[in-house]
């Protein structure tokens, strides 16, 4: 079955870059779907920060977009986050997660994406 | 930007029916999803497309969506029930939202 694993630093300096990688087992992300990240603050809620497709189309949460890429290795089955100039507001669990979720059955497409297989988070703490 | 508003927290005692809702601005002419996070767990998808259940998510889980208000109604609720519940949709703007979630204790 799809599986997802996040793998990266679990301390970063503010103003730094955070960078994390989602390895994907059990599906080839070229075949097709969006894969994103999603975090969530301690004892807060979910937060979508963005998705990319293996063409390397991406959609950004605009409230983050100004700091955020996202891109795919489909050689190595993965792909990756980075997230600029943080600050503690960035300490969070840090998911990454397959989005399914369009219907293109009747002539046009309707999108209503979800996120059906997630990895089990990696923790991310901002402080010097 | 579109909101989606749910209460902070719903109790229920066990065998009882727990009806969790998630409210938007005409939310129903939208698709609804909805995740159980259990705590220190990834979330787990409970109902997609207002009211398809993934394989291997019990019956008692069911959706609907209709107006301003879309509802997980959670039937014969068990202790391992109690979780946060968020709902979600895919908003016109190509923004992906999730409500602020709901805390469900099992009484």
């Known amino acids: 079955q799809v599986q997802l694993q996040e793998s990266g630093p679990g301390l970063v300096k503010p103003s730094e870059t955070l960078s994390l990688t989602c390895a994907v087992s059990?599906?080839?992300?070229?075949?097709?779907?969006?894969w994103g990240w999603i975090r969530q603050p301690p004892g807060k809620g979910l937060e979508w920060i963005g998705s990319i497709y293996h063409s390397g189309s991406t959609y950004y949460n605009p409230s983050l977009k100004s700091r955020v890429t996202i891109s795919v290795d489909t050689s190595k089955n993965q792909f990756s986050l980075k997230l600029s100039s943080v600050t503690a507001a960035d300490t969070a669990v840090y998911y990454c997660a397959r989005m399914v979720g369009e219907d293109c059955s009747g002539g046009s497409c309707y999108y209503y994406y979800y996120m059906d297989v997630w990895g089990k988070g990696t923790t991310v703490t901002v402080s010097s | 930007s579109y909101v989606l508003t749910q209460p902070p927290s719903v109790s229920v005692a066990p065998g009882q029916t727990a009806r969790i809702t998630c409210g938007g601005n005409?939310?129903?002419?939208?698709?609804v999803h909805w995740y159980q996070q259990k705590p220190g767990q990834a979330p787990v998808l409970v109902v997609y497309?207002?009211?398809d259940r993934p394989s291997g998510i019990p019956e008692r889980f069911s959706g609907s969506n209709s107006g301003n208000t879309a509802t997980l109604t959670i039937s014969r609720v068990e202790a391992g029930d109690e979780a946060d519940y968020y709902c979600?949709?895919?908003?016109?703007?190509?923004?992906?939202?999730f409500g602020g979630g709901t805390k469900l204790t099992v009484l």
């Open positions: 497309d207002d009211s």
């Open positions: 059990g599906y080839s992300i070229s075949s097709g779907y969006y």
């Open positions: 979600q949709v895919w908003d016109s703007s190509s923004d992906l939202l």
């Open positions: 005409n939310i129903g002419s939208k698709s």
